[in-house]
């Protein structure tokens, strides 16, 4: 990875994670251990932590916990917070440093379009290789479909929601379960990349009960539509839990 994408990083964690609420995370931990299949949860992995916001949203639950992250200054901060975190860089033919079927859940969650198609389809067989028996893995990533995200200059390759399900299928022979967390486009995501705009309707939202009442009519739009046509292509991310035999 090159200085220009470090300073890419540095300065996005800054920006964009510095206020993220804990109790969001904490529904992705919800999602993984009502999904677990395996003898003893125990220890978790988030690839690309950041500055360590899942780690520190489940910390309190006492499991062991181990964050990777490429930036200077999301290591720094998991640092300050005591957060067992190392530095690593997603490149293809790279392992994971940790031994096989060691984790009780993977979480990848908002990584994987920040590297190319090879290399995330590497890493997907390198969470499987990880994962305990039973064990849980959780990528979400924006939706090729998502033109505001797709355009986002630091994304480097935005899944199909279908495509990354297709690729999950491929090691259908080493998963039990693929399970699908939905989320449907909403007007503001049709344009180019406008930081004005995620701002507005993502990252401070400045018409709550608007925007409430958007994704209410875009959630039944995308549902219609999936039920008549089996199509995701109203789909926002594409994000998929699965669970190891």
Same mark, same amino acid.
């Given at each position: 990875?090159?200085?220009?994408?470090? #300073?890419?990083? =540095?300065?996005?964690?800054?920006?964009?994670?510095?206020?993220?609420?804990?109790? #969001? &995370?904490?529904?992705? $931990? @919800?999602?993984?251990?009502?999904? +677990?299949?395996?003898?003893?949860?125990? !220890?978790?992995?988030?690839?690309?932590?950041?500055? #360590?916001?899942?780690?520190?949203?489940?910390?309190?639950? #006492?499991?062991?916990? +181990?964050?990777?992250?490429?930036?200077?200054?999301?290591?720094?901060?998991?640092?300050?917070?005591?957060?067992?975190?190392?530095?690593?860089?997603?490149?293809?033919?790279?392992?994971?440093?940790? =031994?096989?079927?060691?984790?009780?859940?993977?979480?990848? =969650?908002?990584?994987?379009?920040?590297?190319? !198609?090879?290399?995330?389809? &590497?890493?997907? %067989?390198?969470?499987? @290789?990880?994962?305990? /028996?039973?064990?849980?893995?959780?990528?979400?990533?924006?939706?090729?479909?998502? !033109?505001?995200?797709?355009?986002? /200059?630091?994304?480097?390759?935005?899944? %199909? /929601?279908?495509?990354?399900?297709?690729?999950?299928?491929?090691?259908?022979?080493?998963?039990? %379960?693929?399970?699908?967390? @939905?989320?449907?486009?909403?007007?503001?995501?049709?344009?180019? +990349?406008?930081?004005?705009?995620?701002? @507005?309707?993502?990252?401070?939202?400045?018409? /709550?009960?608007? %925007?409430?009442?958007?994704? =209410?009519?875009?959630?039944?739009?995308?549902?219609?539509?999936?039920?008549?046509?089996?199509?995701?292509?109203?789909?926002?991310?594409?994000? $998929?839990? $699965?669970?190891? !035999?």
């Amino acid at each position: 990875m090159n200085m220009e994408s470090k #300073g890419i990083l =540095n300065t996005k964690l800054k920006d964009y994670y510095e206020d993220g609420s804990l109790i #969001g &995370y904490r529904q992705i $931990f @919800r999602e993984a251990v009502m999904l +677990y299949e395996g003898k003893n949860f125990s !220890k978790i992995l988030d690839i690309g932590c950041g500055i #360590g916001s899942f780690i520190e949203a489940v910390t309190p639950f #006492g499991y062991d916990n +181990y964050g990777l992250e490429a930036s200077e200054y999301g290591l720094k901060r998991c640092k300050e917070k005591g957060i067992n975190c190392s530095s690593f860089f997603l490149q293809k033919n790279t392992p994971l440093p940790f =031994n096989d079927n060691f984790f009780s859940l993977v979480v990848m =969650n908002q990584v994987i379009e920040h590297v190319d !198609k090879p290399t995330g389809q &590497y890493y997907i %067989k390198e969470i499987l @290789r990880v994962l305990e /028996p039973g064990g849980v893995a959780i990528i979400k990533s924006p939706s090729a479909y998502c !033109k505001i995200w797709r355009t986002d /200059p630091h994304h480097v390759y935005c899944w %199909k /929601p279908n495509e990354l399900k297709d690729e999950i299928k491929k090691h259908s022979n080493s998963i039990k %379960k693929i399970t699908q967390h @939905r989320v449907a486009l909403e007007p503001w995501m049709f344009q180019n +990349y406008n930081e004005k705009a995620i701002n @507005r309707w993502h990252k401070n939202v400045q018409h /709550p009960i608007l %925007k409430e009442m958007i994704s =209410n009519f875009a959630f039944i739009i995308d549902k219609i539509a999936f039920r008549l046509f089996k199509t995701n292509r109203l789909q926002a991310a594409a994000n $998929f839990n $699965f669970v190891k !035999k």
